[in-house]
């Protein structure tokens, strides 16, 4: 089955600076990569995504970029903030296995005012 | 989102009770997960249905039992629980044949002493 791996686990930046958080997934069949925030005693909520015939999409600060070719893609955010500090999930969708998703360990942003 | 609700939303129970969380969601999805988190690992995928009692086995269901009784419900148990299922448990749903992501409810920390 897929296997998705997400580094950092942790990441502190300044704020105003860029945060890059990447993984990589093992199954080249895969073919929807979400990113999901969490907040601190919240629920994971999706904030970008991007499907496998696209390399790149942007939504304001925040952008994800893939490539199919080595298996990783990556979120960036960009002029970070406070509020951006949070949990941030990627995952992988295999469209050939029922079992849907599977998502990284998690990388912790800490965002200092 | 107030459309998909877990409950209970925390609870401490001792080892060798049975206990069950339940999520009720008013999306209309036929799809609906059980995730666990723990520190490190994200999420793991416990059990997952797609429809009125079709039940499939995630990458640790042992342990753990489900019942999809309706289209919008799905509960989780652990017919007899073990301190190593302390954790925050999670309910998602997605939409059949639609390439999104997963809408996670609110998230039900269990202890186990």
């Known amino acids: 089955g897929e296997n998705v791996e997400q580094h950092p686990s942790t990441l502190s930046v300044q704020e105003g600076d860029s945060a890059v958080i990447k993984c990589t997934y093992s199954?080249?069949?895969?073919?929807?990569f979400p990113w999901y925030k969490q907040e601190l005693g919240k629920r994971p909520q999706l904030i970008i995504d991007?499907?496998?015939?696209?390399g790149e999409k942007k939504d304001q600060r925040i952008a994800v970029t893939l490539n199919k070719t080595a298996k990783h893609f990556s979120l960036h955010i960009t002029e970070t903030q406070p509020e951006d500090s949070a949990v941030y999930f990627c995952?992988?969708?295999?469209?050939?296995?029922?079992?849907?998703?599977?998502f990284g360990a998690g990388t912790r942003l800490t965002v200092k005012p | 989102d107030a459309d998909v609700t877990q409950t209970p939303r925390n609870r401490i129970t001792k080892t060798g009770k049975r206990i069950m969380l339940e999520c009720s969601q008013t999306?209309?999805?036929?799809?609906m997960y059980w995730y666990r988190q723990d520190p490190g690992l994200g999420l793991r995928l416990i059990y997952y249905?797609?429809?009125?009692?079709?039940?499939n086995k995630g990458e640790i269901s042992d342990g753990y039992s489900v019942s999809r009784q309706a289209q919008a419900k799905f509960s989780l148990s652990l017919e007899s629980a073990i301190p190593n299922q302390t954790a925050l448990y999670f309910c998602?749903?997605?939409?059949?044949?639609?390439?999104?992501?997963?809408?996670f409810g609110s998230g039900t920390r269990l202890t186990v002493v």
């Open positions: 991007i499907r496998s015939n696209v």
């Open positions: 995952a992988a969708k295999e469209p050939h296995n029922n079992n849907d998703m599977r």
């Open positions: 249905s797609f429809d009125v009692k079709d039940i």
């Open positions: 199954d080249s069949a895969s073919n929807y």
């Open positions: 998602a749903t997605s939409d059949r044949g639609v390439v999104y992501g997963y809408t």
């Open positions: 999306k209309g999805h036929d799809r």
